[in-house]
């Protein structure tokens, strides 16, 4: 259960870095509550996997789940280049991610 905690955290997080594109700065106020109750589900999720899973491993896969997603989502909805690095880059984090599960 811990597992499906944590990839859901990271799921909160992703939509909490890209609903802070969309705040402009907090100054609109949909966006804004999207934003924070995002960030606090996500935090939340993370302490309940945290529970069980060791600190190290938790946080690094919650926060290569936020980076790899953000980057993907960055890229299909904000424009941003899709360079043959910057995806090779994200391949990384996905391996790592997988590479931390593996070891747990």
């Given amino acids: 259960m811990a597992w499906i905690y944590l990839v859901l955290a990271g799921l ?13 700065g907090f100054t609109r106020l949909f966006p804004s509550l999207f934003t924070v109750l995002s960030m606090f589900v996500s935090v939340v999720l993370l302490g309940l996997a945290l529970k069980t899973l060791p600190v190290g491993t938790g946080y ?9 997603g953000t980057a993907l989502l960055g890229i299909y909805l904000l424009g941003e280049p899709a360079t043959v690095a910057r995806l090779a880059c994200i391949g990384l984090i996905v391996a790592g991610i997988l590479g931390l599960k593996m070891a747990t």
């Fill in 12 to 24: 909160f997080e992703i939509g909490w870095a890209i609903g802070l594109k969309y705040t402009e």
């Fill in 60 to 68: 690094a896969v919650w926060t290569g789940i936020g980076t790899v």
